[in-house]
């Protein structure tokens, strides 16, 4: 594939609102996550919540539209001079030629969750006023991000899942190649909702401690959100220095459980494969693989395992999970800004939280950050229905 | 945009396959609104099958019957599943689950939940590993998914099936966004004419201001307005008769989607 560049990038987690708390809170090796007293939920978990204090309620013309979700991506969307960049942007090539490709897994399903509580007692009927288009349906994301930035160019919501917010870049890419758009929008919102927390509950996939990727005590998963954005453009052939670019994509399906990952991770192996191929390049270009790493004991060791298996312990490995928590449907975008981050900042970030490494896993796996400047990142995400999207992340040369 | 079209599936109220509903899109025979019963394919293995919902099964045998007049291998067929709500069934019940005391959520409930549940079953029953994407553009599903899998066409030279579906809510969520009927739509695409190929597509957006193309039928045009998956309809009836035809879908509040459809 051509190049993409990310002219600009941003990321709100439990970790901080904005790249520089981000950049700061990787490199100490702090943690966003805390014992969950999130809305009702009586669970013994750990979840990175972003404070309710900082979202914002929607308001004005977009006030419809209010729920957690989009409170979240108003948050994201208003640091590191986002808007402006996407301003700037639209005077290049107009409103219409800029995409919108976001991704979710739950939208404002949370919004709905608690509108059940408040039924009529005899028809049954939802409050007055509940607005589906606007908070619970997947598009009301991807409708609130093209008002919020002034856009009506093509747009559509990803949702497969963990992999929502990674599968955008390839949507982009290819719509951008096919002429149907010059630029895109790309990013993903997943806020916390009980659907999520009882339900990854019920498949007895929640840690009851923070989670501990590639841990040999590891246990199970740490929920999160957050909400991510990152502006793409056709590469230009002198990029100014430090410029990190979207260098290939690959994407597969695993064909084998809803739930559970292939045991020996051959989907995930050939969505790196295609990764790699998609920009030209082979396994020893890769100095950093961020890991999709969530914690459970199935998925660490079939990704350690499809991992090993294409590169051996040549580049350096982490799950960045245990500072942010698995944000699920945002999860591709955050930790796509966390390996932007790290290729034009000069570090790999370490995995707070793992202490112990499984001696039965084999990857190089970084527990604490490093000073070591990649050139060449790979981002994996990994998600239900075996939904496989891999990114590979470069400097413009 | 330009894409050829090998194969067309089609399941809904009175529409039980491509090869019987064609003379209904045409006007040949009238159209009458049966309910339409969805059985598990026989192609997921019979512990999936069980799991499986209505949304599932929809989906699975629309894609079905367009792989039915295809020669294309579907285990390495690229995939693209689009819908506006997925599996509104399980939707409710688990927000029902969780605004009573026992808060018990069934693990099969949600993991059929996720928007990409067909996707994940479609892959299973086909042993396929190709690369699938699930989209969401409210009442414009289908033509955000016509979109994406033309690019997909295109810039990667693969054929793609792309299977749009959607179906009812249960009340109380009905009232907030009813949806007519249940019905499923997939055409199978490729980059190049082919010797499968009956028809090339020309597919460009456009800004708004023109009306989207109606069905005549009263009962198709109550489908197309009251399902995402009926916007296809007008579509559907261009692939079915022997003419070259120009028609638009709706495509987000300010657009449109413009196709030309020649029969080839």
């Known amino acids: 594939m051509k190049p993409l560049t990310l002219s600009a990038f941003t990321l709100t987690s439990s970790l901080g609102v904005g790249l520089r708390a981000h950049l700061d809170a990787l490199r ?58 996407v301003a700037r942007a639209r005077e290049r090539y107009a409103a219409q030629r800029i995409g919108v490709f976001i991704g979710t897994s739950t939208s404002g399903l949370l919004h709905t969750e608690l509108a059940y509580r408040h039924r009529d007692v005899r028809t049954g009927a939802l409050p007055e006023g509940f607005n589906y288009a606007e908070t619970h349906n997947c598009f009301s994301l991807g409708r609130f991000v093209q008002a919020q930035l002034g856009l009506n160019g093509p747009a559509v919501v990803v949702s497969t899942a963990c992999s929502s917010s990674a599968k ?35 498949l007895e996939l929640l840690s009851k401690t923070p989670c501990r990727p590639f841990d040999s005590e590891r246990n199970g998963i740490s929920i999160g959100e957050g909400a991510g954005f990152a502006l793409l453009e056709l590469a230009r052939p002198q990029e100014p220095r430090g410029t990190v670019q979207l260098l290939g994509v690959g994407e597969s399906s695993d064909a084998h459980h809803m739930s559970a990952p292939h045991p020996e991770g051959a989907g995930a192996r050939a969505a790196m494969q295609q ?102 990142v790979m981002s994996n995400s990994f998600g239900f229905g075996g939904s496989n999207c891999v990114l590979l992340f470069g400097l413009a040369h | 945009m330009r894409v050829f079209v090998e194969s067309v599936g089609l399941l809904g109220p009175g529409l039980v396959g491509w090869p019987d509903s064609r003379p209904v899109l045409v006007g040949i025979v009238p159209y009458l609104a049966r ?22 099964k ?16 579907p285990d390495t067929l690229a995939s693209v599943f689009t819908s506006s709500g997925a599996d509104g069934t399980v939707n409710h019940q688990i927000c029902e689950t969780l605004a009573s005391a026992q808060r018990d959520v069934s693990p099969t409930r949600f993991h059929n939940s996720v928007h990409n549940a067909p996707a994940g079953y479609w892959s299973i029953a086909l042993r396929s590993r190709a690369r699938s994407t699930s989209l969401c553009c409210f009442d414009w599903s289908f033509a955000a998914g016509l979109l994406e899998a033309g690019a997909y066409c295109v810039s990667e030279g693969e054929p793609v099936l792309l299977i749009s ?37 020309d597919v460009q957006t456009d800004r708004g201001g023109r009306a989207a193309t109606h069905m005549v039928d009263p009962g198709l045009e109550a489908l197309r307005v009251g399902n995402p998956t009926g916007r296809a309809l007008p579509l559907l009836q261009a692939l079915a008769g022997p003419n070259a035809t120009t028609l638009v879908l709706d495509y987000l509040h300010d657009s449109v989607v413009t196709l030309m459809v020649s029969p080839c």
């Not at chain 2, 019957?65 to 291998?73: F, K, Q, V």
């Open chain 1, 28 to 85: 100490a090796g702090h943690s966003g996550l805390t014992r969950c007293a999130f809305e009702s939920a009586q669970i013994d978990t750990w979840i990175g919540q972003v404070p309710d204090e900082r979202l914002a309620p929607v308001t004005g013309t977009g006030a419809g539209s209010d729920c957690r979700n989009n409170r979240l991506a108003q948050l994201a969307l208003a640091q590191d001079g986002f808007q402006g960049a």
């Open chain 1, 168 to 202: 955008v870049f390839g949507s982009a890419a290819r719509m951008i190649a096919a002429g149907l758009c010059d630029a895109a929008v790309v990013g993903g919102t997943d806020s916390l909702c009980l659907t999520t927390l009882y339900g990854f509950a019920s």
């Open chain 1, 275 to 376: 990764a790699l191929s998609s920009a030209g390049m082979t396994a020893c270009d890769v100095d950093y693989v961020n890991l999709h790493g969530t914690a459970t004991r199935s998925n660490d060791a079939a990704e350690d395992k499809a991992v090993y298996d294409l590169f051996g312990t040549n580049p350096a490995c982490s799950s960045t999970k245990g500072a942010t928590g698995h944000l699920l449907g945002a999860s591709g975008i955050a930790e796509a800004v966390i390996c932007a981050l790290a290729l034009r900042e000069q570090f790999m970030p370490g995995s707070p939280h793992t202490q112990l490494l499984d001696p039965n896993l084999r990857v190089r796996y970084l527990l604490n950050t490093g000073a070591q400047a990649p050139r060449r």
């Open chain 2, 35 to 56: 309910e339409l019963v969805l059985v598990a394919p026989d192609v997921l293995p019979v512990v999936e099958r069980r799991r499986t919902g209505l949304p599932v």
């Open chain 2, 58 to 73: 929809l989906a699975l045998n629309t894609g079905l019957d367009a792989l039915a007049r295809s020669g294309r291998r």
């Open chain 2, 165 to 201: 579906y959607d179906l009812p809510y249960p009340e109380p969520m009905h009232a907030v966004r009813p949806i007519t009927g249940t019905l499923g739509a997939a055409l199978l695409l490729a980059p190049s004419a082919t010797t499968d190929s009956f028809a090339m597509l």
